[in-house]
């Protein structure tokens, strides 16, 4: 059935709080009286030892006296007193608790040590436990409130997941402000047992039998916010939140982008996908709306909850002033939106419906007269058209504003046409009223038009993603995917990887990673048909003078060691070497290198000769592991300019043939291969083919923590990877 | 004494309404009610023909036959009327009009020539006019509400100029909502003949003499917030914005981003520093504060009245939830502060005043229980430690948590210490009292951190500005800058630029414009003191192979002409030629594409030899003239980078050291200058000659539409002008 059937939580039977409490003041008895507020529909018990009753209830001494076995139970007594209690609910058979106990982790040691005992306390009697030092959780399907925060009681289609307690607390006064209702609401606290992707499974699990609110004025799916500070498992994360947000629209915010790891990368790759930027490619991946702060995410709450999301990006503002019009407009494209273009059936209409003076052009001004018959015929012309998805309304409390009727019109228009209309009703005192009637019909208005227009412009980017992944879909089945991709020598590979492993020079960091050098990741691009120019070790001024006889010029000389990762800085490179003054110059230079180095750093160094690849792009391709998301591939500009340019695309592995496009598409460098001022495109179709074999090279051989070639040079005739590294870890 | 004299508009002992109505819906009404209600003490008349009295007060049939000349008119009447009317007002002597009346040059044709009207008519009697088409104007220090809008009277130290009447009636709305007051409120509306400029003007002089509110809640200095539409002259407006904005902090709203010129221009400098991009600059350079939105505007006009911009970017963040407070955290950075670091003593305060469990390290959890006591230790403690500059004080409304008097206590430190506090009590109707208690005490609040946050950034952004004027002030007394720009030959200069003007082919856009080739640029920049390659216009491959022995290879071949502008488009240059077989073919290439040229679009092109310059950083460096504020130079990456990089760093003319410093300093290849990845550093004091010797060719030559040296190239030993072009006008 389910994974982790949570089912009790939500809608239990049956609720037992433990520290149940006569004064008004604690947790223990907030949480009684927000479960009878509620008028939670089951049974409720009450368990403490130094009371008879509280509220008419009767108290319990021990939770094994009591007369059932509840389907859930509220612990909210000392964190030193809890695992005693919880192994009275396990022996009495209750498999779901809430713990809303501070003093666990988050408090120090043996705060830590306490909570591990309460995990194996859980484990030994197969209790799920939310929290600990959580708010609780709210249910308006099962008409729970176990939490001991105030909560308004108003049905919705949202679900909520916070770590944070008091998020939910301002959310809870922000909702109950605006009218806002939800279904769920789940605090996850220290996570103990219960983490975000159980609750999300469950959830997901739980949507296949739909069946919520049938409140006409909802949005038709089911959205989700999230407020995390932590995520534990990144990979089941994000395939769990892929798939619901196929349906039901994801929202999360995820602060700590300024505590990005500090720690040096061996790549490129590594230092350049930073664990906020790799963060950004996950949620993208999984269909995944980021919020920037607390405004987007209560602003997305409202929008997703009480609109559909639009169907395309044609947008029309109607305004009653200029002013904001104008200022709106400016947000539209930059919120990917873009004003839809009113045709003459539509335009006539205006024509007819509006004053002289008034714009009949998007943006529409109704002028500052305007009562609320002309919005109404107004927005009703523009609804009326077919390519126009969604509108913007703006009212400035102006002499002769009907802002109560204005927000009524609305409304009627909003059930008739069935588009989103968001609203900007701005100012203070003069709006209330109206942004009352606005909310009772759960039209989503916002204090300022920039703030409707990005909620819009957000929840045309989870459209967009959904109708985005169809068309990768369809492409699959059509067979344009991966078409290219042979197969790559995994046995060549693996024997490329063991010689490096052997080779104790290599080792870094505690002897479990280590480095391969350019021979060998050249050796590892070959297997898997990824061509390097034309390269041989030399050991004297001859060998090079054969090499150029042999290959031409220009020719490239470089010192290769496993400890050599950042050869520019140690100008350990020397290109463009046409003649052989110019070739006995830059070797004895490098000669000279390699010993100082011998000296100074203790390792040896090796003299590469290459051909020099000219007249091509220079690129950068890598992948690196992350701790919570696995392999990521990043692709952009190379060279010099992979630091300056910024050019950092990222996307969680596997890359198939739809991906690698939009990787090279989304890049800066993308400008540069495609007949960029007169030149002629450069091949691309070469650049989509490495990409998916180094991505197929890595999920064959995972103990690759980095790889990356940079530069990767792309020609009007091949590509080549011109340098090479990689770290293998110990697997 | 004042350039233009405005005082009237603001402490006028008489007023006349001309269209004082009876009917309570019209403007004329309106304006009159708002005087009485705001008991304004000097006399009020009222022009009617068609009343007797309103309100108790006589109408005049005609403004001849008012006993006094009023020091102030509002005209109210429909636009056909208002001519006559201004006859009138102007033989009676009266020097100051407001016309609110709409139907000029924003209702089409017809409105145009009737504003033309009203203009001449002005001139004739000496009248200042602001509007038509606007609000009105609001004086608070006049008792004077002489607008059809609806506005609270609350004292206060803000100015406001609107081009728009509904931003001014939604600002009016939220600001009596939040009791936020100000002192000027002037709508400029067509602005026909007072301009934005000519208020700020008035305000500056008028500033001199000091003397306004004593509030101690208020900041010491006077915000100006400016939403406009339009900038006609963007020089003077720049130039009394600069002057203003070293005391006083303005603030503007500029919409209009997604407008931007469309215009295809000749150089790079044209194209990527367009018109937002300059504006952007122009507002930079003027110290004035730039608002992204609505929310911004309204956010700023609140903390810069309430609050002192911070001394210093260290902040500290008390919240009694962490959740909130690591949001916080993401946006301290990101606006410019940072998270300032607590001594020891302040910790020792902090450790002894708060329970085990809070976090006394910024940003600081007083806990989920705290109580305003609780706030009021942690909040004293912090603000007492001198490098603490600011404090941004959370607060979620928990079980126990004391709004009001937690905003209570921080009214009382905000007293005490005068250092900026903004708040962010979140949520809904749980907070509504104790922000009231906020804004009683001009303690600003926002609902969520990062809106305090922000404006915080914003209001630091002021102050560096001013301190960065005051270095660059003494850096000049200090003899640093400008030192090694050697007198430009101006003769050279001009004889070249007459070159130019007489050679009809170079003609453009209507012969009202000339391209200089590069032959010509080549002369300026030598003019300048500017080093070019050495070059040579050739005719056979003799005279290549000529001027490679004399200059040794390797050597660029390129085709010049005024017509060919976008050289690499055409692939009109060849780079890296070193040997004979090299060079012949390049030569013959160009000389096809030369006379195919000729065929296809008529014109002559010159094959140019240039020696190549190897080993440096390509650069983009150029000046163009934008229509609002004149000469604005732009530097940034250079050669094919320009277009990829958009490296846009732009600055007024004219450039000093300390500029040429800030220019390169912001770029994005600045990285590749200063000894990256090892590389030594390269000599960029010869970058900023260049870059100040260009700006003062251009402020004598003002006629230089466009000039840009692309690639102008920085190695070790020298900096090059490897190719240029120039555009002048006719003058």
Same mark, same amino acid.
């Given at each position: 059935?389910?994974?982790?059937?949570?089912?009790?939580?939500?809608?239990?039977?049956?609720?037992?709080?433990?520290?149940?409490?006569?004064?008004?003041?604690?947790?223990?008895?907030?949480?009684?009286?927000?479960?009878?507020?509620?008028?939670?529909?089951?049974?409720?018990?009450?368990?403490?030892?130094?009371?008879?009753?509280?509220?008419?209830?009767?108290?319990?001494?021990?939770?094994?006296?009591?007369?059932?076995?509840?389907?859930?139970?509220?612990?909210?007594?000392?964190?030193?007193?809890?695992?005693?209690?919880?192994?009275?609910?396990?022996?009495?058979?209750?498999?779901?608790?809430?713990?809303?106990?501070?003093?666990?982790?988050?408090?120090?040691?043996?705060?830590?040590?306490?909570?591990?005992?309460?995990?194996?306390?859980?484990?030994?009697?197969?209790?799920?436990?939310?929290?600990?030092?959580?708010?609780?959780?709210?249910?308006?399907?099962?008409?729970?409130?176990?939490?001991?925060?105030?909560?308004?009681?108003?049905?919705?289609?949202?679900?909520?997941?916070?770590?944070?307690?008091?998020?939910?607390?301002?959310?809870?006064?922000?909702?109950?402000?605006?009218?806002?209702?939800?279904?769920?609401?789940?605090?996850?606290?220290?996570?103990?047992?219960?983490?975000?992707?159980?609750?999300?499974?469950?959830?997901?699990?739980?949507?296949?039998?739909? *069946?919520?609110?049938?409140? %006409?004025? /909802?949005?038709?799916?089911? +959205? &989700? @916010?999230?407020?995390?500070?932590?995520?534990? #498992?990144?990979?089941?994360?994000?395939?769990?939140?892929?798939?619901?947000?196929?349906?039901?629209?994801?929202?999360?915010?995820?602060?700590?982008?300024?505590?990005?790891?500090?720690?040096?990368?061996?790549?490129?790759?590594?230092?350049?996908?930073?664990?906020?930027?790799?963060?950004?490619?996950?949620?993208?991946?999984?269909?995944?709306?980021?919020?920037?702060?607390?405004?987007?995410?209560?602003?997305?709450?409202?929008?997703?909850?009480?609109?559909?999301?639009?169907?395309?990006?044609?947008?029309?503002?109607?305004?009653?002033?200029?002013?904001?019009?104008?200022?709106?407009?400016?947000?539209?494209?930059?919120?990917?939106?873009?004003?839809?273009?009113? *045709?003459?059936?539509?335009? %006539?209409? /205006?024509?007819?419906?509006? +004053? &002289? @003076?008034?714009?009949?052009?998007?943006?529409? #001004?109704?002028?500052?007269?305007?009562?609320?018959?002309?919005?109404?015929?107004?927005?009703?012309?523009?609804?009326?058209?077919?390519?126009?998805?969604?509108?913007?309304?703006?009212?400035?409390?102006?002499?002769?504003?009907?802002?109560?009727?204005?927000?009524?019109?609305?409304?009627?228009?909003?059930?008739?046409?069935?588009?989103?209309?968001?609203?900007?009703?701005?100012?203070?005192?003069?709006?209330?009223?109206?942004?009352?009637?606005?909310?009772?019909?759960?039209?989503?208005?916002?204090?300022?038009?920039?703030?409707?227009?990005?909620?819009?412009?957000?929840?045309?980017?989870?459209?967009?993603?959904?109708?985005?992944?169809?068309?990768?879909?369809?492409?699959?089945?059509?067979?344009?995917?991966?078409?290219?991709?042979?197969? &790559?020598?995994?046995?060549?590979?693996?024997?490329?990887?063991?010689?490096?492993?052997?080779?104790?020079?290599?080792?870094?960091?505690?002897?479990?990673?280590?480095?391969?050098?350019?021979?060998?990741?050249?050796?590892?691009?070959?297997?898997?048909?990824?061509?390097?120019?034309?390269?041989?070790?030399?050991?004297?001024?001859?060998?090079?003078?054969?090499?150029?006889?042999?290959?031409?010029?220009?020719?490239?000389?470089?010192?290769?060691?496993?400890?050599?990762?950042?050869?520019?800085?140690?100008?350990?490179?020397?290109?463009?070497?046409?003649?052989?003054?110019?070739?006995?110059?830059?070797?004895?230079?490098?000669?000279?290198?390699?010993?100082?180095?011998?000296?100074?750093?203790?390792?040896?160094?090796?003299?590469?000769?290459?051909?020099?690849?000219?007249?091509?792009?220079?690129? &950068?391709?890598?992948?690196?592991?992350?701790?919570?998301?696995?392999?990521?591939?990043?692709?952009?500009?190379?060279?010099?300019?992979?630091?300056?340019?910024?050019?950092?695309?990222?996307?969680?592995?596997?890359?198939?043939?739809?991906?690698?496009?939009?990787?090279?598409?989304?890049?800066?460098?993308?400008?540069?291969?495609?007949?960029?001022?007169?030149?002629?495109?450069?091949?691309?179709?070469?650049?989509?083919?490495?990409?998916?074999?180094?991505?197929?090279?890595?999920?064959?051989?995972?103990?690759?923590?980095?790889?990356?070639?940079?530069?990767?040079?792309?020609?009007?005739?091949?590509?080549?990877?011109?340098?090479?590294?990689?770290?293998?870890?110990?697997?």
């Amino acid at each position: 059935m389910y994974s982790k059937d949570l089912s009790k939580f939500f809608t239990p039977k049956s609720v037992a709080i433990i520290g149940a409490s006569r004064d008004s003041k604690k947790v223990g008895r907030i949480i009684v009286e927000n479960l009878l507020n509620w008028n939670f529909k089951g049974e409720i018990y009450l368990v403490n030892p130094n009371v008879h009753e509280i509220l008419g209830y009767k108290c319990f001494a021990d939770y094994s006296l009591l007369p059932v076995v509840p389907d859930l139970a509220v612990i909210a007594i000392p964190a030193s007193f809890v695992i005693d209690v919880m192994h009275q609910i396990g022996r009495k058979g209750t498999k779901h608790v809430i713990i809303v106990s501070a003093g666990f982790r988050e408090s120090g040691e043996e705060g830590k040590i306490l909570e591990q005992r309460a995990i194996e306390t859980a484990e030994l009697y197969g209790i799920h436990i939310i929290g600990p030092n959580c708010l609780g959780v709210v249910s308006v399907e099962g008409n729970l409130n176990a939490t001991f925060g105030s909560v308004s009681k108003h049905d919705g289609n949202l679900r909520f997941l916070s770590q944070s307690g008091a998020v939910a607390t301002s959310f809870f006064d922000f909702a109950a402000s605006q009218n806002l209702g939800f279904s769920h609401f789940v605090t996850l606290g220290n996570k103990a047992n219960i983490s975000e992707v159980d609750v999300l499974t469950y959830w997901f699990e739980e949507g296949q039998k739909r *069946n919520f609110t049938n409140d %006409q004025n /909802l949005s038709t799916n089911r +959205p &989700i @916010g999230i407020y995390l500070e932590s995520i534990d #498992d990144g990979i089941g994360f994000i395939n769990i939140a892929a798939q619901i947000s196929l349906h039901d629209p994801i929202f999360i915010l995820k602060p700590g982008k300024s505590q990005i790891g500090k720690k040096a990368m061996q790549s490129h790759t590594g230092s350049l996908a930073g664990e906020d930027n790799v963060l950004d490619a996950a949620f993208k991946d999984a269909g995944i709306i980021r919020c920037e702060g607390l405004e987007d995410f209560f602003d997305l709450a409202k929008a997703f909850s009480w609109e559909e999301p639009p169907e395309g990006s044609g947008v029309v503002i109607i305004s009653n002033a200029g002013g904001p019009a104008v200022v709106a407009t400016d947000f539209i494209e930059k919120e990917g939106l873009h004003l839809a273009e009113l *045709n003459n059936k539509t335009l %006539q209409r /205006l024509k007819k419906a509006l +004053p &002289i @003076g008034a714009s009949i052009h998007n943006p529409i #001004d109704v002028l500052g007269d305007a009562l609320a018959m002309r919005y109404f015929e107004a927005l009703d012309a523009v609804l009326s058209q077919e390519d126009v998805y969604a509108a913007i309304v703006i009212l400035t409390p102006q002499v002769m504003t009907e802002g109560y009727l204005t927000a009524e019109i609305i409304a009627r228009l909003s059930n008739q046409h069935r588009k989103p209309i968001l609203c900007s009703f701005m100012g203070g005192s003069h709006i209330v009223e109206a942004e009352k009637i606005l909310n009772l019909h759960k039209i989503p208005n916002f204090r300022y038009p920039e703030r409707a227009i990005r909620a819009l412009g957000k929840m045309w980017q989870w459209r967009l993603r959904s109708v985005k992944k169809s068309l990768a879909i369809q492409s699959l089945s059509i067979g344009i995917l991966n078409q290219d991709v042979s197969s &790559i020598n995994f046995d060549a590979v693996n024997d490329l990887i063991e010689i490096g492993k052997k080779d104790a020079s290599s080792r870094i960091e505690d002897a479990k990673s280590c480095v391969l050098n350019s021979f060998l990741t050249d050796g590892i691009f070959d297997a898997c048909g990824i061509k390097n120019p034309p390269s041989s070790p030399v050991n004297d001024i001859e060998d090079c003078f054969g090499f150029v006889e042999e290959h031409g010029s220009p020719i490239v000389l470089k010192l290769i060691s496993p400890h050599l990762m950042h050869k520019t800085e140690y100008h350990a490179v020397k290109t463009g070497l046409y003649n052989k003054d110019q070739i006995q110059i830059a070797f004895n230079k490098l000669k000279n290198l390699a010993s100082k180095l011998e000296k100074t750093h203790g390792f040896h160094a090796v003299i590469q000769i290459q051909k020099q690849v000219m007249n091509g792009v220079e690129l &950068i391709l890598g992948i690196k592991r992350d701790i919570s998301f696995g392999h990521v591939m990043m692709f952009g500009g190379g060279g010099i300019m992979a630091d300056i340019l910024q050019d950092i695309n990222l996307k969680l592995l596997p890359i198939d043939r739809f991906n690698a496009v939009e990787l090279v598409e989304n890049s800066k460098v993308y400008k540069l291969l495609t007949g960029f001022r007169g030149m002629k495109p450069y091949p691309i179709r070469k650049l989509f083919i490495v990409m998916e074999r180094l991505s197929d090279l890595v999920l064959n051989f995972p103990e690759i923590a980095e790889i990356e070639i940079n530069p990767l040079i792309l020609t009007y005739e091949d590509i080549w990877a011109v340098d090479g590294k990689a770290i293998v870890t110990e697997t």
